[in-house]
């Protein structure tokens, strides 16, 4: 290699990091309450891991995917369940858990939370049929017609190759009206500014790791979901 190769090889790494370093300085701009600053050219920390450790949670899956055995995925559920719970200011319902129940039992227990009528029963063979988490926020007049948010929750890298939730088949499940419903994915990736309309425009309102950490944090953590995560992350992460 020349000279004048390993002065223009030198020129595009220079170019890629100070694009990283631009990209970076966006998203900072995305975070409420930022965990790190980007300064003359240096990404300063501001957060330990262990005081975030549901984002790196996140991060850890975004990067090598949601494969492994361990009770992550369902961790990134309840971490999902938890920021959609701050977000709306309501309150929020998990299917699968406890687990061991049918989609039908879920559904008969959640009705008994809002005032809605129960429709027809679910496909017995149907797990959770795309829901992981049921978003409610209620005007406590003892009234339907409240808000629901569906969520699915997505840890693997693949998350853009899942199913829509279908709509027609969860306002025969309980009779409430689509227009009260809004439908939403999270998703451990941070989805770029060109992908977003996208992906909106298949699964709806998108909660990814930008959103989780806006609206986690706005409160303390629980501390029994707080001590799941760093039992998995200190192994995991470390």
């Known amino acids: 290699m020349g000279l004048a190769d390993g002065y223009f090889e030198e020129e595009e790494i220079e170019k890629e990091v100070d694009g990283w370093i631009r990209e970076l300085g966006f998203r900072n701009s995305l975070y409420s ?4 600053e980007v300064s003359r050219n240096k990404i300063i920390p501001l957060k330990s891991w ?3 450790p549901e984002y790196y949670l996140c991060v850890y899956y975004s990067y090598f ?3 492994d055995a361990s009770i992550g995925t369902k961790l990134f559920e309840k971490i999902s369940a938890l920021a959609l719970k ?3 200011g309501g309150d929020v319902y998990t299917l699968g858990f406890p687990e061991g129940k049918g989609l039908n039992q879920y559904l008969d227990e959640f009705i008994s939370y809002c ?3 129960r429709g027809r029963m679910a496909n017995g063979h149907y797990k959770d049929d795309g829901v992981d988490v049921i978003g409610f926020k209620l ?3 003892g009234r339907s017609a409240n808000l629901y948010i569906l969520l699915q929750c997505a840890a693997g890298i693949h998350w853009r190759t899942k199913k829509e939730i279908k709509l027609s088949r969860w306002t025969q499940y309980i009779f409430w009206y689509p227009e009260c419903i809004i439908s939403s994915i999270s998703t451990v990736d941070f989805v770029s500014q060109k992908d977003w309309e996208k992906q909106t425009s298949s699964f709806g309102m998108l909660i990814d790791r930008v959103r989780i950490y806006n609206t986690l944090y ?3 953590v629980e501390e029994s979901l ?3 995560v760093l039992a998995w992350a200190k192994p995991t992460l470390n």
């Open 86 to 88: 701050n977000f709306i």
């Open 218 to 220: 706005q409160t303390n």
């Open 50 to 52: 262990d005081e975030i």
């Open 65 to 67: 995917g949601a494969k």
């Open 33 to 36: 309450n930022s965990f790190y």
């Open 139 to 141: 005007f406590g007049d």
């Open 226 to 228: 707080r001590n799941e």
């Open 115 to 117: 005032f809605e009528i």
